[in-house]
Structures are given as structure tokens and as C-alpha cells.
């Protein structure tokens, strides 16, 4: 286990590790207030597929450093699926997501940007009618490259973001044995949601985030943008979660320069 997490780590490190910082020239604080619609299966839960959605509020801060780009993300979900008439209740916390990219191709019109991404992902889930109340989570810590576009089309703004995991950790529950209650203490959950990791690359984990955002130049405060994340566990008992969410995002106060 702990070889695993430090060749995370090393690998992590490397990816991040053009993350310095130059001189702000431009830093952005932007809350996103959005709709998830999301599909789950997990092996682990009898393969049923719930649907459902959530509620999502979302915190990020971008900074223009010289010509690099770099971006912290943070968000909360909240929601309920069902599958064959049975409720389960969603949770999802990101409490930190990492890119620091560069520019690649510049015309004039629009701008390719590329570099590394870090992300942590916890999914928490509880179904009071099955597995005698236990709950059941997925945790996922990734790092990949990023690819993103910023381009305009007469008074609209465009951005484009497409990234992919390269490696990761993932925290699942192993066996089905705790008692017939639920036991939410929150150190407990936190305790759970850190075990039990394995470390990997595709054959174990695959995690796909599309994101589309638009504005009108005019109004550059306001913003509304479309996500399309996938989580995938590749080994067995596998677990797949889709997620399509449009968000409606709000700047807060003035762009420093």
C-alpha cells in the first residue's frame, strides 16, 4: 500500500510540477450553481443502475500568470437516484482540483492550451432498503493532461476543456460486513473513505471530463457552461458513474489585473 501511494505521489509530482507561479496578470473568482443529471452502477450494489440528480455548487479561482493558466477548483453535490422504485441518496465532495497549463497554439482568434491536471473526487452513497444499511463510497485521486481552448466568435466567448487521468488512486469498500445500522459518525466515514486504495493506470481507473462554457463578451461576469464526467472502475466488482450537469456561473467581484 504504501508503495503505491508513493509511486502516486512521484508521478503526481511530475505532472504538477510546472505549477509555479509567474506574476499575476489577471486573477478570477468564479461560484458556479448547477444541475447534475447522473447514472450509477456498481457491481457492489447488485449491478442496479440508479438515476437521479443533484444539486452542485461549485467554487473556482483562475489566474493568467504571464501566459500560463492556472485554475483551482472545489465543489458539493447533493442528490438522490432510484433505481426499480428503491432511493438512494448521493453525496459528492471535491475539495481540491489542480491545472496549470501553457499555451500551445495562438492565431489570434483563439488560444490552445495544454498541461497537467491533479483532482480529488469522494462519492458517498447510502441505500436505506438495501445492503442492511451499508453505505457505500468510491474515492477517486487522479492526474492526467489537460487540453483546453479559448476562442471568440464575433461578441461570444468560448472555452473548451477536455481532460483524461493518466494514473490514479481509487478507495472502494471491500466486504459487506458491517451491522444492520448505519454508522455516520464523520470520523468514521472519513476513515473509510481514505482505505483500501489501489493505485493505477487504465487497467484499473478511468476518469474523462469534457466541460463547455460560454459567455457574451459584454456581460463577462456571467456565464453558462455544460459538463460531461465519467468515473470508471475497470476491475471487478466494476463501477461506472456518468454525470451531465449545466451550470450557471457568476464571477465574483472585479477581475483583478
Do not use: C
Given at each position: 500500500m504504501r508503495s503505491h501511494l508513493g509511486l502516486f505521489l512521484i508521478v503526481s509530482l511530475l505532472l504538477i510540477s510546472g505549477m509555479g507561479f509567474a506574476q499575476e496578470l489577471q486573477t478570477r473568482s468564479v461560484i458556479s450553481i448547477g444541475t447534475q443529471f447522473f447514472q450509477l452502477k456498481d457491481q457492489k450494489n447488485y449491478g442496479?443502475?440508479?438515476?437521479?440528480?443533484?444539486?452542485?455548487?461549485?467554487?473556482?479561482?483562475?489566474?493568467?500568470?504571464?501566459?500560463?493558466?492556472?485554475?483551482?477548483?472545489?465543489?458539493?453535490?447533493?442528490?438522490?437516484?432510484?433505481?426499480?422504485?428503491?432511493?438512494?441518496?448521493?453525496?459528492?465532495?471535491?475539495?481540491?482540483?489542480?491545472?496549470?497549463?501553457?499555451?500551445?497554439?495562438?492565431?489570434?482568434?483563439?488560444?490552445?492550451?495544454i498541461g497537467p491536471y491533479l483532482t480529488m473526487n469522494y462519492f458517498f452513497q447510502m441505500y436505506p432498503e438495501l445492503q442492511?444499511?451499508?453505505?457505500?463510497?468510491?474515492?477517486?485521486?487522479?492526474?492526467?493532461?489537460?487540453?483546453?481552448?479559448?476562442?471568440?466568435?464575433?461578441?461570444?466567448?468560448?472555452?473548451v476543456q477536455f481532460a483524461n487521468s493518466l494514473i490514479g488512486m481509487v478507495s472502494r469498500p471491500t466486504e459487506m460486513n458491517e451491522t444492520y445500522f448505519y454508522t455516520l459518525i464523520f470520523?468514521?466515514?472519513?476513515?473509510?473513505?481514505?482505505?483500501?486504495?489501489?493505485?493505477?493506470?487504465?487497467?484499473?481507473?478511468?476518469?474523462?471530463?469534457?466541460?463547455?462554457?460560454?459567455?457574451?463578451?459584454?456581460?463577462s461576469n456571467k456565464s453558462l457552461a455544460y459538463q460531461l464526467e465519467y468515473f470508471c472502475f475497470n476491475t471487478e466488482p466494476r463501477l461506472q458513474y456518468l454525470v451531465h450537469a449545466i451550470s450557471f456561473c457568476i464571477m465574483l467581484g472585479k477581475e483583478n489585473k
Open positions: 442496479l443502475v440508479f438515476n437521479g440528480g443533484n444539486i452542485s455548487v461549485e467554487y473556482t479561482l483562475q489566474k493568467l500568470t504571464g501566459q500560463n493558466f492556472f485554475r483551482y477548483d472545489a465543489a458539493f453535490g447533493l442528490g438522490a437516484g432510484f433505481s426499480k422504485g428503491i432511493a438512494g441518496i448521493n453525496l459528492h465532495l471535491k475539495p481540491a482540483g489542480f491545472s496549470y497549463l501553457f499555451p500551445l497554439v495562438s492565431n489570434g482568434k483563439a488560444v490552445l492550451y442492511s444499511g451499508h453505505a457505500l463510497w468510491f474515492t477517486f485521486y487522479d492526474a492526467g493532461p489537460r487540453f483546453m481552448v479559448d476562442t471568440r466568435l464575433k461578441d461570444q466567448a468560448f472555452r470520523f468514521n466515514q472519513v476513515e473509510k473513505v481514505h482505505s483500501n486504495f489501489k493505485v493505477g493506470s487504465f487497467g484499473l481507473l478511468n476518469h474523462p471530463d469534457f466541460e463547455l462554457e460560454w459567455r457574451q463578451i459584454g456581460n
